[in-house]
């Protein structure tokens, strides 16, 4: 899938870079489009946090996310430097911790508990979600060129389409796929600000990944993702 995905975006980058005109000294003179847009398409690469934690959960390891898609660049002033931006996205995230899923074998409800105290060689989350991003965006940019500063804050809502957990131990492998406590529907606020290529990127899930039944012992599992890392945009 990882393959797939970042064919996709490739070709997309591709086509999008060929069919872009540019204005050199002594080419061919174009006509400058008083009506640009910007930065429509993007693909980030974060590392990923779970915060709110319950006691003896920790991280372990490297975290990260692959995030892509499109965004409409809505510009809602004569400069063209203040717009709205609504679009389309997927987002692929990994995390490493010691939280341990496995299911009551009557009841069939999932069991939560850490593996502070237990040996494993693989412990983690994979999450597939859907997103629309939300953007208040300012930038400085001009039609004659793409190198231009951007403030981008904003919200994500999404669906977490697909999800499991994946232990290795000594007692072999376990893994999960249909957690009943998962909060599926995603909303988070993002902010991200740079410089031509190097634009960094911050978001916080205003959701927990777990809803209130998730428990260990009497303490709630919640926690929620939060990530840090780079986006690109292509126009």
Same mark, same amino acid.
């Given at each position: 899938?990882?393959?797939?995905?970042?064919?996709?975006?490739?070709?997309?980058?591709?086509?999008?870079?060929?069919?872009?005109?540019?204005?050199?000294?002594?080419?061919?003179?174009?006509?400058?489009?008083?009506?640009?847009?910007?930065?429509?398409?993007?693909?980030?690469?974060?590392? $990923? #946090?779970? &915060?709110?934690?319950? +006691? /003896?959960?920790? *991280?372990?390891? @490297? =975290?990260?996310?692959?995030?892509?898609? !499109?965004?409409?660049?809505?510009?809602?002033?004569?400069?063209?430097?203040?717009?709205?931006?609504?679009?389309?996205?997927?987002?692929?995230?990994?995390?490493?911790? $010691? #939280?341990? &899923?496995?299911?009551? +074998? /009557?009841?069939? *409800?999932?069991? @939560? =508990?850490?593996?502070?105290?237990?040996? !494993?060689?693989?412990?983690?989350?994979?999450?597939?979600?859907?997103?629309?991003?939300?953007?208040?965006?300012?930038?400085?940019?001009?039609?004659?060129?793409?190198?231009?500063?951007?403030?981008?804050?904003?919200?994500?809502?999404?669906?977490?389409?697909?999800?499991?957990?994946?232990?290795?131990?000594?007692?072999?492998?376990?893994?999960?796929?249909?957690?009943?406590?998962?909060?599926?529907?995603?909303?988070?606020?993002?902010?991200?600000?740079?410089?031509?290529?190097?634009?960094?990127?911050?978001?916080?899930?205003?959701?927990?990944?777990?809803?209130?039944?998730?428990?260990?012992?009497?303490?709630?599992?919640?926690?929620?993702?939060?990530?840090?890392?780079?986006?690109?945009?292509?126009?």
């Amino acid at each position: 899938m990882k393959k797939t995905l970042l064919f996709i975006f490739y070709s997309a980058f591709m086509l999008v870079s060929f069919g872009q005109e540019n204005v050199l000294d002594g080419g061919p003179k174009k006509v400058l489009d008083s009506l640009y847009r910007e930065d429509q398409f993007y693909v980030g690469f974060t590392y $990923n #946090l779970l &915060l709110n934690r319950p +006691e /003896g959960i920790r *991280q372990s390891g @490297f =975290s990260g996310g692959l995030h892509l898609g !499109f965004i409409r660049d809505m510009p809602i002033n004569k400069k063209r430097d203040v717009a709205i931006g609504l679009g389309i996205g997927y987002s692929f995230n990994v995390y490493n911790h $010691n #939280l341990f &899923l496995d299911k009551d +074998e /009557g009841t069939q *409800q999932t069991v @939560f =508990s850490s593996l502070e105290d237990v040996d !494993f060689s693989t412990n983690r989350f994979s999450t597939h979600i859907v997103e629309a991003p939300f953007e208040f965006r300012w930038r400085t940019s001009v039609p004659e060129t793409h190198k231009f500063y951007r403030i981008y804050t904003g919200f994500k809502v999404g669906y977490l389409f697909s999800f499991q957990s994946n232990f290795k131990g000594a007692e072999g492998q376990i893994k999960q796929t249909r957690i009943s406590e998962l909060d599926r529907f995603r909303m988070g606020v993002t902010f991200t600000f740079g410089w031509n290529t190097f634009n960094f990127h911050f978001y916080y899930s205003l959701t927990p990944l777990f809803n209130d039944d998730a428990l260990i012992g009497q303490e709630t599992v919640g926690m929620r993702p939060a990530k840090i890392g780079l986006t690109f945009y292509i126009l």
